[in-house]
Protein backbone atom coordinates (compact mmCIF):
# COMPACT_ATOMS: atom_id res chain seq x y z
CA UNK A 1 0.00 0.00 0.00
CA UNK A 2 1.41 3.18 -0.74
CA UNK A 3 0.62 5.58 1.97
CA UNK A 4 2.80 9.04 1.30
CA UNK A 5 2.67 12.37 2.66
CA UNK A 6 1.26 15.65 0.87
CA UNK A 7 2.61 19.09 0.75
CA UNK A 8 0.32 22.07 0.40
CA UNK A 9 3.78 24.14 -0.68
CA UNK A 10 3.21 21.85 -3.89
CA UNK A 11 -0.49 23.01 -4.41
CA UNK A 12 1.03 26.30 -4.12
CA UNK A 13 3.88 25.98 -6.78
CA UNK A 14 1.32 24.39 -9.08
CA UNK A 15 -1.18 27.59 -8.86
CA UNK A 16 1.43 30.08 -9.26
CA UNK A 17 2.75 28.67 -12.79
CA UNK A 18 -0.59 29.54 -14.40
CA UNK A 19 -1.36 26.62 -16.67
CA UNK A 20 -3.74 27.45 -19.58
CA UNK A 21 -7.00 25.33 -19.80
CA UNK A 22 -6.03 24.00 -23.54
CA UNK A 23 -6.56 20.62 -23.52
CA UNK A 24 -6.89 17.36 -25.45
CA UNK A 25 -8.39 14.05 -24.83
CA UNK A 26 -6.29 11.36 -24.99
CA UNK A 27 -8.56 8.15 -25.44
CA UNK A 28 -6.96 4.88 -24.48
CA UNK A 29 -3.17 6.50 -25.17
CA UNK A 30 -1.90 6.94 -21.56
CA UNK A 31 -0.39 3.89 -20.10
CA UNK A 32 -0.92 3.29 -16.83
CA UNK A 33 3.09 3.88 -15.51
CA UNK A 34 2.13 7.55 -16.46
CA UNK A 35 -0.58 7.51 -13.82
CA UNK A 36 2.14 5.97 -10.61
CA UNK A 37 2.30 8.56 -7.73
CA UNK A 38 0.51 11.26 -5.70
CA UNK A 39 -2.39 13.75 -7.38
CA UNK A 40 -4.38 16.88 -5.92
CA UNK A 41 -7.20 18.42 -6.15
CA UNK A 42 -8.71 21.77 -4.40
CA UNK A 43 -9.74 24.74 -3.64
CA UNK A 44 -7.00 25.02 -0.74
CA UNK A 45 -9.87 25.81 2.32
CA UNK A 46 -12.42 22.63 2.34
CA UNK A 47 -12.52 20.56 -0.45
CA UNK A 48 -8.59 19.02 -1.02
CA UNK A 49 -8.26 15.46 -1.79
CA UNK A 50 -4.89 14.26 -2.28
CA UNK A 51 -4.75 10.55 -4.38
CA UNK A 52 -2.02 8.22 -4.09
CA UNK A 53 -1.53 5.79 -6.68
CA UNK A 54 0.93 3.01 -6.33
CA UNK A 55 2.91 0.78 -8.73
CA UNK A 56 1.10 -1.99 -7.41
CA UNK A 57 -2.44 -0.70 -8.54
CA UNK A 58 -3.33 0.18 -4.88
CA UNK A 59 -4.55 3.60 -3.96
CA UNK A 60 -4.75 5.79 -1.17
CA UNK A 61 -6.94 9.28 -0.91
CA UNK A 62 -7.37 11.77 2.35
CA UNK A 63 -10.05 14.22 2.25
CA UNK A 64 -8.74 17.36 4.02
CA UNK A 65 -9.81 20.68 4.91
CA UNK A 66 -9.77 24.01 7.43
CA UNK A 67 -11.03 21.41 9.95
CA UNK A 68 -8.97 18.60 9.34
CA UNK A 69 -9.37 15.17 7.88
CA UNK A 70 -12.87 14.61 6.22
CA UNK A 71 -12.66 10.82 5.44
CA UNK A 72 -9.86 8.86 3.59
CA UNK A 73 -9.94 5.87 1.66
CA UNK A 74 -7.87 2.87 0.32
CA UNK A 75 -8.40 -0.01 -2.44
CA UNK A 76 -6.99 -0.87 -5.69
CA UNK A 77 -7.06 1.44 -9.03
CA UNK A 78 -7.06 -0.02 -13.13
CA UNK A 79 -6.89 1.86 -16.42
CA UNK A 80 -9.04 0.81 -19.30
CA UNK A 81 -8.83 3.02 -22.32
CA UNK A 82 -8.61 6.68 -20.73
CA UNK A 83 -11.33 5.36 -17.66
CA UNK A 84 -9.30 4.73 -14.37
CA UNK A 85 -11.36 2.93 -11.91
CA UNK A 86 -10.90 2.34 -8.23
CA UNK A 87 -12.50 -0.13 -6.28
CA UNK A 88 -12.48 0.61 -2.55
CA UNK A 89 -11.37 -2.08 0.45
CA UNK A 90 -11.83 1.06 3.27
CA UNK A 91 -13.53 4.24 3.00
CA UNK A 92 -14.43 6.54 5.64
CA UNK A 93 -16.43 9.62 6.48
CA UNK A 94 -16.70 12.00 3.33
CA UNK A 95 -14.74 9.63 0.83
CA UNK A 96 -17.50 6.69 0.91
CA UNK A 97 -18.79 6.50 -2.77
CA UNK A 98 -16.61 9.91 -3.47
CA UNK A 99 -14.22 8.19 -5.56
CA UNK A 100 -15.42 5.32 -8.45
CA UNK A 101 -13.90 7.20 -11.75
CA UNK A 102 -11.98 9.36 -12.90
CA UNK A 103 -11.07 10.31 -16.72
CA UNK A 104 -7.53 10.89 -17.66
CA UNK A 105 -7.12 13.80 -20.03
CA UNK A 106 -3.87 15.33 -21.64
CA UNK A 107 -3.96 19.07 -21.46
CA UNK A 108 -1.27 20.27 -23.38
CA UNK A 109 2.42 18.55 -21.96
CA UNK A 110 0.78 17.18 -18.67
CA UNK A 111 -1.96 14.56 -18.15
CA UNK A 112 -5.03 15.05 -15.66
CA UNK A 113 -7.74 13.13 -14.08
CA UNK A 114 -11.07 14.44 -14.27
CA UNK A 115 -14.70 12.91 -12.49
CA UNK A 116 -16.97 12.66 -14.96
CA UNK A 117 -19.14 14.84 -12.92
CA UNK A 118 -16.57 17.29 -13.67
CA UNK A 119 -15.74 17.25 -17.18
CA UNK A 120 -17.84 20.66 -18.20
CA UNK A 121 -16.59 22.81 -15.97
CA UNK A 122 -13.21 21.55 -16.95
CA UNK A 123 -13.79 22.04 -20.19
CA UNK A 124 -14.74 25.79 -19.31
CA UNK A 125 -12.19 26.62 -17.01
CA UNK A 126 -9.63 24.10 -17.21
CA UNK A 127 -6.87 22.42 -14.86
CA UNK A 128 -5.82 26.33 -12.95
CA UNK A 129 -6.87 26.40 -10.23
CA UNK A 130 -7.21 22.61 -9.94
CA UNK A 131 -10.90 22.91 -8.78
CA UNK A 132 -12.06 20.48 -11.46
CA UNK A 133 -9.81 17.85 -11.74
CA UNK A 134 -6.98 16.18 -10.44
CA UNK A 135 -3.21 17.41 -11.24
CA UNK A 136 0.11 15.94 -10.08
CA UNK A 137 1.31 17.12 -6.82
CA UNK A 138 4.62 17.62 -6.77
Known sequence: MLDETFSSNSRQAYAAAGFTALCAFAPGGTPPDALFGKWYIGDGTGHNVDLALGRDFTYHAVWSG??????????????HGDKL??????????????????????????VV????????????????????????DQ
Open 66 to 79: CLGTYGTAKGHWEL
Open 113 to 136: LVPPKQMSDFKKLGSNPPYWCYVR
Open 85 to 110: TFTPTEETEMMRKHLRTLIVVREKKQ
